[in-house]
């Protein structure tokens, strides 16, 4: 009774602008068959110069919405009507772009080949572009190399081209081609200021015996690019121990310190710094200017282990703190083109598809203080 009296009284006090009903009966889903619809649209939609373009929009479409094989089959029927030779080659483009987003590599390459070989035109540089980065993803180093070697501009992406002979050079060591990967590294190293090359080439040598060469390539390779420091340094002091060369390593360091004042090179430098050395109060008090800076909690943590003036147990409750922030915030790697971060060392940026772009956060700000600092005083 009482549920009687509220319909009534909702029915009475209803207004009558409510929304529009819609009636369920008689019921017709969109379409229980997609794939259907698609073939209606296509029959219904003729393959002309003026419908290119809606075609080519609807297979993009599905393939931004993971559709993958709706938008083959699209550009697959486009295929089979009767293009010119221009059209047909941008829309074997966007097919190749659909293997490649399918995962179809050895598909989209087959298409991508005969398409570099039309060339001049500007699909055939789509082409070769989307060609290299399917033999990247598939690691097929030594045919991305011959690719950029038979099609490329002279000179065009050599940080590239570099790049990817490091790469190949990984595979022919894992081989023991060492030769070989010797050889490659030669060509690499023409090629540009590639700070990488001069590492992987300190590796090789390393790998051989020859130390003393190896530890030329890691200087040289500072030369290039002096924020690579954070992946060098460890070579450096580690041929050094091997040659007996720590006293040289010294004077190296604290020329490297003048112009890049990095906090790894300090703690380098104090690992090398005796009580009875004559710069002793000099680089003591510059850890100071650092720990007071807060910047550095490994050289925090340095200074905390040094000061006797402090209690057992509060030092040893700092020293913890310091390595819990240490954990928490790592320094990390940023690629200064496009501002990806990843917490290690990268040298390839998978967001901007740049080779040599991502740098220790830390050294990318010593650096560019440097520099603002020259530009100042200029």
Same mark, same amino acid.
């Given at each position: 009774m009482l549920t009687t009296v509220k319909s009534l009284w909702r029915r009475l006090t209803t207004p009558w602008s409510v929304p529009s009903r819609y009636r369920l009966e008689p019921?017709?889903?969109?379409?229980?068959?997609?794939?259907?619809? +698609?073939?209606?649209?296509? !029959?219904? +939609?003729?393959? #002309?110069?003026?419908?290119?373009?809606? $075609?080519?929009?609807?297979?993009?479409?599905?393939?931004?919405?993971?559709?993958?094989?709706?938008?083959?089959?699209? $550009?697959?029927?486009?295929?089979?009507?009767?293009?010119? *030779?221009?059209?047909?080659?941008?829309?074997?483009?966007?097919?190749?772009?659909?293997?490649?987003?399918? @995962? +179809?590599? @050895?598909?989209?390459?087959?298409?991508?080949?005969?398409?570099?070989?039309?060339?001049? !035109?500007?699909?055939?540089?789509?082409?070769?572009?989307?060609?290299?980065?399917?033999?990247?993803?598939?690691?097929?180093?030594?045919?991305?190399?011959?690719?950029?070697?038979?099609?490329?501009?002279?000179?065009?992406?050599?940080?590239?081209?570099?790049?990817?002979?490091?790469?190949?050079?990984?595979?022919?060591?894992?081989?023991?081609?060492?030769?070989?990967?010797?050889?490659?590294?030669? !060509?690499?190293?023409?090629?540009?200021?590639?700070? *990488?090359?001069?590492?992987?080439?300190?590796?090789? !040598? #390393?790998?051989?015996?020859?130390?003393?060469?190896?530890?030329?390539?890691?200087?040289?390779?500072?030369?290039?690019?002096?924020?690579?420091?954070?992946?060098?340094?460890?070579?450096?002091?580690?041929?050094?121990?091997?040659?007996? @060369?720590e006293a040289s390593l010294r004077r190296y360091l604290e020329k490297l310190y003048d112009y890049h004042p990095s906090h790894r090179v300090l703690e380098a430098i104090l690992d090398l710094t005796g009580d009875s050395d004559p710069r002793q109060s000099y680089w003591q008090t510059e850890l100071e200017r650092v720990v007071n800076s807060g910047a550095s909690f490994g050289l925090m943590q340095r200074w905390l282990e040094q000061r006797r003036d402090i209690g057992a147990t509060p030092r040893a409750v700092l020293l913890e703190s310091i390595q819990r922030l240490k954990l928490r915030l790592p320094d990390g790697y940023q690629c200064n083109h496009c501002g990806y971060e990843s917490g290690t060392m990268i040298w390839f940026c998978p967001q901007c598809e740049r080779w040599e772009t991502a740098f220790s956060r830390h050294e990318q700000r010593v650096h560019e203080d440097r520099r603002q600092a020259a530009l100042n005083r200029s």
């Amino acid at each position: 009774m009482l549920t009687t009296v509220k319909s009534l009284w909702r029915r009475l006090t209803t207004p009558w602008s409510v929304p529009s009903r819609y009636r369920l009966e008689p019921f017709e889903p969109l379409s229980s068959e997609p794939d259907r619809e +698609l073939d209606v649209l296509l !029959e219904r +939609l003729p393959i #002309t110069v003026d419908t290119l373009e809606t $075609h080519l929009a609807l297979a993009e479409l599905f393939r931004k919405r993971g559709q993958i094989e709706r938008a083959i089959r699209i $550009h697959e029927t486009l295929l089979d009507a009767d293009l010119r *030779r221009q059209d047909a080659n941008r829309v074997r483009v966007e097919l190749a772009q659909d293997f490649f987003s399918a @995962g +179809l590599l @050895g598909r989209a390459e087959t298409e991508l080949e005969s398409l570099i070989l039309d060339q001049g !035109e500007r699909f055939s540089a789509q082409a070769f572009r989307l060609w290299l980065v399917v033999l990247e993803r598939e690691q097929e180093w030594e045919r991305a190399i011959k690719l950029v070697r038979d099609y490329g501009q002279p000179g065009s992406g050599n940080m590239r081209l570099a790049n990817l002979y490091c790469e190949y050079v990984g595979q022919l060591k894992g081989q023991g081609k060492l030769a070989l990967a010797r050889s490659a590294l030669k !060509e690499a190293r023409k090629l540009s200021d590639s700070a *990488r090359t001069f590492i992987a080439s300190s590796e090789l !040598e #390393t790998s051989l015996g020859h130390y003393h060469k190896a530890l030329r390539m890691l200087k040289e390779a500072l030369v290039r690019d002096v924020r690579r420091v954070d992946v060098i340094l460890p070579g450096l002091k580690r041929l050094s121990r091997l040659v007996g @060369g720590e006293a040289s390593l010294r004077r190296y360091l604290e020329k490297l310190y003048d112009y890049h004042p990095s906090h790894r090179v300090l703690e380098a430098i104090l690992d090398l710094t005796g009580d009875s050395d004559p710069r002793q109060s000099y680089w003591q008090t510059e850890l100071e200017r650092v720990v007071n800076s807060g910047a550095s909690f490994g050289l925090m943590q340095r200074w905390l282990e040094q000061r006797r003036d402090i209690g057992a147990t509060p030092r040893a409750v700092l020293l913890e703190s310091i390595q819990r922030l240490k954990l928490r915030l790592p320094d990390g790697y940023q690629c200064n083109h496009c501002g990806y971060e990843s917490g290690t060392m990268i040298w390839f940026c998978p967001q901007c598809e740049r080779w040599e772009t991502a740098f220790s956060r830390h050294e990318q700000r010593v650096h560019e203080d440097r520099r603002q600092a020259a530009l100042n005083r200029s």
